[in-house]
């Protein structure tokens, strides 16, 4: 079992930045890669980016991309998700996810662990 808890939303303006942060317990962190997805309001859920087990590689959704950063720090159990020139099409509940699968996987059923999620709202 690997327990994630997200930590780093709120309301930001139009073209702030935020930090999430995912913080990891439980079994080795450094096994399991783990992706960044979120849920606007109405919408389905949607990958945002993922990060290999050693940090080395990472890979970001084109609606993201250039945006959106995600690093990870196995000494301290977390991965983070830099956003940057934030819009309103990103507001939503953010979630950090775990799989044991080492290629990128970018469906959330492949994912096996969650955390709880937080929210980030940009106005405009």
């Known amino acids: 079992q690997v327990q994630l808890v997200e930590s780093g939303g709120g309301l930001v303006q139009a073209g702030g930045s935020l930090r999430l942060s995912c913080a990891a317990s439980g079994r080795t962190f450094s096994n399991y890669r783990i992706a960044w997805f979120r849920q606007g309001p109405g919408k389905e859920r949607e990958f945002v980016g993922t990060i290999s087990r050693s940090g080395g590689t990472s890979y970001a959704s084109d609606s993201v991309k250039g945006r959106f950063t995600i690093s990870r720090d196995n000494a301290k159990n977390t991965v983070y998700l830099q956003m940057n020139s934030l819009g309103p099409e990103d507001t939503a509940v953010y979630y950090c996810?775990?799989?044991?699968?080492?290629?990128?996987?970018?469906?959330?059923?492949?994912?096996?662990?969650w955390g709880q999620g937080t929210q980030v709202t940009v106005s405009s």
């Open positions: 996810a775990a799989t044991n699968l080492v290629g990128v996987t970018v469906t959330p059923r492949n994912y096996d662990y």
